[in-house]
């Protein structure tokens, strides 16, 4: 997020002039030119640094070799990087596909500075193509880095040693230099724009607007402008950018659909969630071009077709509302269902985070007394539910998930072990959870079989036990919250049963929690306090 440079520009037909001015004319694209650094990566830094301010760009289509785009009205497709019109049309859409695409390379650089001094930047430069090595800066808009290279990634110490002494040796400066991974792209990139009988061939990013700001991307609507480009992998990425507000249109009603999820303050929640996550992981993807992709491993996107009046709502009554922890964004991880009680970060990911705490769905405090338990699971005539046990949890009348079921034949347990674990299983002995948090979640399991035993740990265990989804699909356990046993009928065992409880790794927010927490009043201020304990919320202006 730090490394962008942007300038607040509108949405109009003439904006795409004005941010390809912004590319072309920055620091970046011509000491790329001047340095060594391919022309196609140049681009893709000048595109994330030309960026807008309060935009984003969102990897509609990470990776294709054709994409259709267009508009429902008036058009134009324009070179950004020049700011010549390519194509113009009214309605249906245009043909972009790749044509030729640089070598790509993941290599190890060596950054030495980061100079506010053009003629500091100019010197090093042009030292260190004399020296014989590659050169890299990047713009940050208060500085230009200066980067040597390259080493191959898994590099060993000897090597950085003797690459920096290199560099020592050749009179560049090394004290306080440090070691950055950058894709690079040798040779230059080629796309073509077709429309009818027109083609057109650019050696840069192609940019299309429409006249009422809703493009098309293989024929779905988004608000904003689309960018066709090639990405660290040598394809085609679309790239849909737009304000980040008009951005969680999209994202709010996918995330928590309002139908029948559409309490206001829930919503409102999900609306600061989502902001708070999309500016924190801004330039995540910076290698391809975009900051963030439209599925589950960021947030899922759905463009205009997704938008929803409840969810435009809270995203307006939020509007550049983040939730903050000593004035630092959070990470505001959230999950369908807790199954009673959300997770502690270290509990299912690597490290503790102070605000990620484990808390109860319910309303009676911090006791642990309806955490699930196999005892509780085994006395209820219908482990599923449980309803009738909640005593006060959120999330029992909202989901489905709350409580669960699901069980294996030995062979299914087989054939889901070796899936998994990408390995031959005939036979499995015995499973045995080896460590469990206070709040429930199994944090080691080890399945012990016919090929060894084998181990999963914290939220890879969902990965690691999957089972068979009413398609007959193998599918990743739904929590870990969960106590697994042999499955037994008269008297012999037949498979395995686990009783779980919740949808999703379980830190952060429930999502069928806060629309139960909104239904009893509690304001998204204070669902977003409960599930990010010590968390609070500002206005941010970007």
Same mark, same amino acid.
């Given at each position: 997020m730090g490394s962008k440079l942007r300038t607040s520009l509108p949405l109009t037909l003439a904006s795409v002039l004005a941010i390809t001015a912004c590319a072309e004319t920055g620091p970046l694209a011509p000491d790329a030119r001047d340095t060594g650094l391919s022309p196609t990566l140049a681009?893709?830094?000048?595109?994330?640094?030309?960026?807008p301010a309060g935009f984003i760009r969102i990897g509609v289509v990470p990776s294709a070799t054709s994409v259709r785009v267009g508009a429902a009205g008036d058009w134009i497709v324009r070179d950004k990087a020049t700011g010549a019109t390519l194509l113009s049309g009214s309605g249906d859409a245009v043909t972009v596909r790749l044509l030729?695409?640089?070598?790509?390379?993941?290599?190890?650089?060596?950054?030495?500075?980061?100079?506010?001094?053009?003629?500091?930047?100019?010197d090093l430069v042009t030292r260190g193509q004399a020296a014989g090595f590659e050169t890299l800066t990047e713009d940050l808009g208060f500085c230009t880095r200066v980067l040597f290279g390259s080493l191959p990634v898994g590099e060993s110490a000897a090597d950085r040693t003797a690459f920096v002494a290199s560099l020592g040796a050749a009179g560049l400066?090394?004290?306080?230099?440090?070691?950055?991974?950058?894709?690079?792209?040798?040779?230059?990139?080629?796309?073509?724009?077709?429309?009818?009988?027109?083609?057109?061939?650019?050696?840069?990013?192609?940019?299309?607007e429409s006249a009422d700001g809703i493009v098309l991307i293989n024929g779905s609507p988004y608000r904003g402008v689309v960018e066709v480009w090639t990405n660290s992998g040598g394809t085609l990425a679309a790239i849909n950018e737009l304000p980040i507000e008009d951005y969680l249109y999209g994202v709010v009603p996918r995330e928590l659909p309002p139908g029948p999820y559409g309490e206001p303050e829930a919503q409102k929640a999900q609306a600061v969630a989502a902001r708070t996550y999309a500016l924190a992981n801004?330039?995540?993807?910076?290698?391809?071009?975009? +900051?963030?992709?439209?599925?589950?491993?960021?947030?899922v996107y759905g463009g205009v077709a997704?938008?929803?009046?409840?969810?435009?709502?809270?995203? +307006?009554?939020?509007?550049?509302?983040?939730?903050?922890?000593?004035?630092?964004? %959070?990470?505001?991880?959230?999950?369908?269902?807790?199954?009673?009680?959300?997770?502690?970060s270290e509990d299912v990911y690597a490290n503790p985070v102070a605000y990620l705490r484990g808390v109860p769905d319910a309303e009676r405090?911090?006791?642990?007394?309806?955490?699930?338990?196999? +005892?509780?699971f085994m006395r209820h005539a219908n482990p599923t539910n449980l309803r009738a046990r909640a005593e006060g949890d959120f999330e029992a009348d909202w989901s489905i998930y709350h409580r669960w079921v699901v069980t294996w034949t030995l062979d299914e347990m087989a054939q889901a072990l070796s899936s998994s674990f990408a390995t031959t299983v005939t036979q499995v002995d015995s499973i045995v959870v080896t460590d469990r948090a206070d709040h429930g979640r199994v944090r080691a399991i080890v399945f012990y079989t016919d090929a060894g035993?084998?181990?999963?740990?914290? +939220?890879? %265990?969902?990965?690691?036990?999957?089972?068979?989804?009413?398609?007959?699909?193998?599918?990743?356990l739904r929590s870990t919250l969960f106590f697994i046993e042999p499955w037994q009928e008269r008297g012999a065992v037949v498979g395995w049963k686990a009783y779980g409880g919740g949808w999703g790794h379980g830190v952060g927010m429930s999502q069928t929690g806060a629309v139960e927490m909104a239904q009893r009043g509690r304001t998204y201020q204070e669902i977003l306090a409960h599930y990010y304990q010590g968390s609070t919320t500002e206005v941010r202006t970007y």
């Open positions: 681009l893709h830094e000048a595109s994330l640094q030309a960026t030729a695409a640089g070598e790509v390379r993941t290599r190890r650089w060596f950054q030495v500075t980061c100079s506010g001094s053009p003629s500091t930047v100019a400066p090394t004290a306080g230099g440090y070691w950055q991974t950058k894709t690079v792209v040798s040779g230059e990139s080629q796309v073509e724009a077709s429309y009818g009988d027109e083609e057109r061939v650019a050696n840069n990013p192609v940019v299309l801004m330039g995540k993807r910076g290698a391809d071009g975009y +900051d963030l992709l439209t599925t589950t491993s960021d947030q997704a938008e929803h009046p409840v969810s435009t709502a809270a995203v +307006d009554a939020t509007a550049n509302v983040v939730a903050v922890y000593n004035g630092t964004l %959070i990470s505001t991880l959230y999950h369908s269902t807790s199954g009673g009680f959300t997770a502690n405090g911090s006791a642990l007394d309806h955490v699930p338990s196999l +005892d509780v035993a084998l181990v999963g740990t914290k +939220d890879g %265990i969902r990965s690691r036990l999957p089972y068979f989804n009413a398609s007959g699909t193998l599918s990743s």
